[in-house]
């Protein structure tokens, strides 16, 4: 089982350590990092800064805002920090909710699938630097010739030649639809909320995608990557409490009744119930009634929990479930050690630096 670092994205400010359990987390065995955004950080300034301490792990974005930047600008974005690591980029995109596109970036939510299809696909032109790009639209026209245009734009391709033309791309999806997508158009999925006992189900949304005409990758080269709460404890029914919290924030606070695709999940694992009502008691500002409202298995079927051996057992069942990469989020650096001594092989071979 690979082994991701999510930084995630910031509160009010910048997370105090990280630094450090970057480079801690190259040095543990961790294959990658990530970094999120939301309507404050962004993504992308994270990884060049931080990741600029480090010489062999992926620095992914888990993920992107398709909204955030048009796709041309993205892909400038991409190109630049796979230039900078010497190809250790990787392009992980979102849609995000309808609450913050059309509330943060002013722009529509509607039709998903085909912006995230058109999205990529420009991505992909400016990083084959093949020819000028350009697209039909209708979500992102290249040149642009509607309301406001003046008529004097042109096909374009990069200036900088990309390092790879074959950047990879993930994609984060939570419903079938989405899943299938990437596996069609994408290298790898990143998945939140996953839980091993829908293996199968999942397996299947991928398998439509990986089958359509075209598709990039086979099973065997695609890469499912989870993000995950592992925690080695003797206590974990006290973690399990703790994360009920953030559970109940993505439950009842992020989307709007009706459309919170994070609910969804859940509710497809069969907790439709119980996700009603964390989400009435979360919009009633009963935050504390929320959490408690959420049952100890809810946690245990996306998290792994437990001692060593526990961790052990549980990591091997999600491996058995399909996944090829574990995404951890670490309080601080002992927990990062105590995650990569019970699951990562530690780096043996010295760094570059040394």
């Excluded at 609450?99 to 722009?107: N, P, R, S």
């Excluded at 994360?243 to 509710?267: C, E, I, R």
């Amino acid at each position: 089982m690979r082994l991701g670092l999510q930084l995630g994205y910031w509160g009010a400010g910048p997370p105090d350590g990280a630094a450090e359990m970057v480079v801690a987390a190259e040095r543990a065995g961790f294959d990658a990092v990530f970094a999120a955004e939301s309507w404050g950080s962004d993504a992308f300034t994270p990884l060049a800064w931080w990741g600029s301490r480090t010489e062999r792990v992926l620095l992914g974005t888990s993920v992107a805002q398709l909204s955030a930047r048009t796709p041309t600008s993205c892909a400038m974005h991409a190109l630049t920090l796979d230039h900078l690591s010497g190809g250790r980029a990787v392009l992980g995109l979102g849609v995000s909710g309808p609450q913050v596109v059309e509330g943060w970036y002013g722009a529509p939510f509607g039709k998903p699938l085909a912006r995230t299809r058109e999205y990529v696909s420009i991505v992909r032109q400016v990083l084959a630097r093949e020819s000028p790009v350009t697209n039909d639209g209708p979500h992102y026209p290249l040149p642009y010739a509607g309301p406001g245009a003046v008529g004097l734009g042109k096909p374009l391709r990069p200036i900088t030649h990309p390092l790879r033309a074959d950047l990879p791309i993930w994609l984060g999806a939570e419903g079938p639809k989405n899943v299938a997508l990437a596996g069609e158009i994408a290298d790898g999925w990143l998945a939140i909320y996953y839980s091993p006992r829908l293996g199968p189900t999942y397996a299947g949304w991928l398998a439509e995608g990986l089958s359509r005409p075209g598709a990039r990758r086979t099973r065997e080269e695609f890469t499912v990557a989870a993000s995950c709460s592992v925690v080695v404890t003797d206590d974990a029914a006290g973690e399990v409490a703790r994360l009920k919290h953030t559970m109940a924030l993505y439950l009842g606070g992020m989307g709007a009744p009706g459309q919170n695709f994070h609910a969804d999940v859940f509710s497809r694992m069969g907790y439709a119930e119980v996700v009603a009502e964390i989400g009435a008691l979360f919009r009633e500002g009963r935050r504390a009634e929320a959490a408690a409202a959420v049952p100890d298995e809810l946690v245990e079927d996306t998290a792994i929990i437990g001692t060593a051996e526990q961790v052990r057992a549980g990591v091997a069942r999600w491996q058995a479930a399909g996944v090829d990469m574990l995404i951890v989020g670490c309080r601080d650096v002992d927990q990062l050690d105590s995650v990569a001594e019970t699951v990562a092989e530690p780096l043996v071979r010295p760094l570059a630096t040394e």
